[in-house]
């Protein structure tokens, strides 16, 4: 069992940045790729990041590419998302999410979620 605890989030400005920490309970972390989504109010939870078990491969969402960036630290158990250039479509709750795999698959499910954390950005 792995719990996932998302922090970091808040109000910024537009233009501003955040930085999202997610950290993993347990000593399997570096068992899973990791992810992180978002929902906004009324729309589906898309995924926006992914990030391997090592660190060494990610991808984006064109709708994030070039401003956010997914990190980790295995050592300790925790994967980042940084977050610079926000706009106020980037308001929602952003989750961060755990799959048992080196790599993420889109097709798969998610075997672990964090609670949420919530990002509002103002105009």
Avoid: H
Wanted: charge should be positive.
């Amino acid at each position: 069992q792995v719990q996932l605890v998302d922090s970091g989030g808040g109000l910024v400005q537009a233009g501003g940045s955040l930085r999202l920490s997610c950290v993993a309970s347990g000593r399997t972390f570096v068992n899973y790729a990791m992810g992180w989504f978002r929902q906004a109010p009324g729309k589906e939870r898309d995924l926006l990041a992914r990030i391997n078990w090592s660190g060494s491969s990610t991808s984006y969402a064109d709708s994030v590419r070039g401003r956010f960036t997914i990190s980790r630290g295995n050592a300790k158990n925790t994967v980042y998302l940084q977050m610079n250039s926000l706009k106020p479509e980037d308001t929602a709750v952003y989750y961060c999410a755990a799959q048992r795999s080196t790599f993420w698959y889109d097709e798969r499910p998610v075997d672990y979620w964090g609670q949420g954390t919530q990002v509002t950005v103002s105009s």
